[in-house]
């Protein structure tokens, strides 16, 4: 084997050791693993074990290749996984919290660069599905920034949520006691109106 | 710089210790996979996520409009 392949062999397990992780990663966040980037891992192990058996350097670099391009795009996979439960997580906040902009923006003051943030995410996954899904491991160096990012959104969202959520409630019970002093001052006035009836009726 | 709320929120999200009935049910999880299977326990729980369901998913997500 040549020193060339030896550094690349080095640099494919420094690639798989971050998928590795990226994968782990994920499914501790949507709390399910991801079957289509174990299944990448799978065939990178498939062709380490193959480019060993291998005499000619142009099959080891053949082997080499392919196995990088199933790291990249286990990658790609466990990040776009992670990027589809945080746009799901983003949906549900924002349609939770659809009648109170005002506390979200108050708590939140980003939130509409946030929301642009997901917007872009889930454009950058959607393009990637109409184009060759067989190329997607050219793009896993151009899907970490906006998994990080989005990461960044999501954190914020769930530290937020509780923070909007008192603020909701307190309004709701300030809501409620409007609405019930309102009835009694009405009542009252009723009260009051039938009570001098009854007097005026009574005086001759 | 008022730290409180953040600390009160920080606390509700991660609280020190579990509720109790989860705790039990956690430990009985555990106990079960780990006596019954080896390996990636929310793979032998049945959590997993195969290309269809993320297809599925990918498909909600993107033509969701975040910006109205």
Sequence with gaps: ?204 | MNIEPLKNVFKTIFPEQEPKEFQEHSLFVRHLVSRFSSGNVNLQLGRFSTKITIEKRREQVCNYHFID
């Design chain 1, 1 to 204: 084997m040549q020193v060339e392949q030896r550094l690349a062999i080095k640099a494919l397990v420094t690639l798989f050791d971050k998928a590795e992780d990226k994968v782990k990663e994920v499914e501790q966040l949507d709390r399910e693993i991801s079957i289509p980037s174990i299944n990448e891992l799978r065939y990178v192990g498939y062709h380490l074990a193959r480019l060993f058996c291998e005499e000619q350097p142009e099959k080891i670099d053949e082997q080499i290749k392919k196995a990088q391009q199933h790291c990249q795009r286990a990658i790609y996979d466990a990040h776009e996984i992670g990027i589809i439960y945080m746009l799901e997580q983003i949906k549900a906040f924002k349609e939770r919290y659809i009648d109170f902009p005002d506390f979200v923006i108050e708590v939140i003051p980003e939130y509409t660069d946030s929301l642009r943030l997901a917007q872009n995410a889930a454009k950058f996954i959607s393009r990637i599905k109409e184009n060759n899904r067989d190329d997607r491991g050219a793009y896993y160096a151009e899907c970490e920034p906006h998994y990080l990012s989005l990461r960044k959104v999501f954190d914020t969202l769930s530290v937020a949520s509780p923070l909007i959520e008192k603020k909701r409630s307190g309004a709701l019970r300030k809501d409620k006691q409007e609405t019930r002093r309102f009835i009694l001052q009405t009542l009252l006035i009723i009260l009051s109106i039938i009570v001098a009836i009854i007097f005026g009726m009574q005086t001759p």
